[in-house]
């Protein structure tokens, strides 16, 4: 079973919609993160939790919000959907206690959404 | 502020030949440094990071990546090429702790038969 899942895996809605994307991880990290990527712009942060009660913004979380139900589970929502929100979005995972006290990332394997 | 370059968004190689991947970064702090493919439709995996240490790093795959601070760079290699390795292959740079990654935009690998 996989670490690291991400529901749905493919998302079409309208624009004004609110949606939400659900992440859930099994590898017991307190760290969780929200990515989107665009072709050509690679990944870029939106929000990330560095445990339950620690919410941060990232790079680019206009439009978007945050939930951080448990250690487990991680949610981004949209508040009213737009079409440049149309990419693919990862969630991931890291614990600053791994290897060597080294914080590696973990990915899902991402929910694609497309706004009309 | 942080950031990394990927010079070639997209590099064809024959199956069988040698391969690297530039990936220039700017950073403060000591860099953390990354590698991550992405596989058609699928999520990034991790192929390899750096540290400290040694500067050439091995990982899966049997790719490797070599840190080098005066030029900051972090150039991912294989020395022969799998058609199987297609894909799109990111850099990305972070810090120890809070580690809030950086990505590069991509190159996106194509191996000719």
């Known amino acids: 079973d996989a670490d690291v899942t991400q529901t749905p895996r493919n998302r079409i809605t309208k624009t004004g919609k609110r949606i939400m994307l659900e992440c859930s991880q099994t590898?017991?990290?307190?760290?969780m993160y929200w990515y989107r990527q665009d072709p050509g712009l690679g990944l870029r942060l939106i929000y990330y939790s560095f445990d339950v009660k620690d919410i941060n913004k990232g790079e680019i979380s206009d439009g978007y919000s945050v939930s951080r139900q448990a250690q487990a589970k991680f949610s981004l929502s949209l508040e009213s959907a737009i079409p440049n929100q149309t990419a693919l979005y990862f969630c991931a995972t890291s614990d600053p206690r791994g290897t060597r006290n080294t914080d590696t990332q973990y990915f899902g394997p991402g929910t694609r959404l497309t706004v009309l | 502020a942080q950031s990394v370059t990927q010079p070639d968004i997209h590099i064809t190689v024959s199956e069988g030949a040698s391969l690297e991947l530039r990936c220039n970064y700017s950073?403060?702090?000591?860099?953390?440094l990354f590698w991550y493919v992405q596989s058609p439709g699928q999520g990034l995996q991790l192929l390899l990071k750096?540290?400290?240490?040694?500067?050439l790093v091995q990982g899966i795959k049997g790719f490797e990546a070599e840190f080098k601070r005066s030029q900051s760079s972090f150039n991912l290699r294989k020395p022969s090429v799998h058609w199987s390795d297609a894909a799109e292959y990111f850099c990305a740079v972070g810090s120890r702790y809070g580690n809030k990654l950086v990505f590069g935009a991509g190159t996106i690998l194509r191996v000719k038969s």
């Open positions: 750096y540290f400290s240490g040694d500067t």
């Open positions: 590898k017991g990290h307190d760290r």
């Open positions: 950073y403060g702090a000591t860099p953390y």
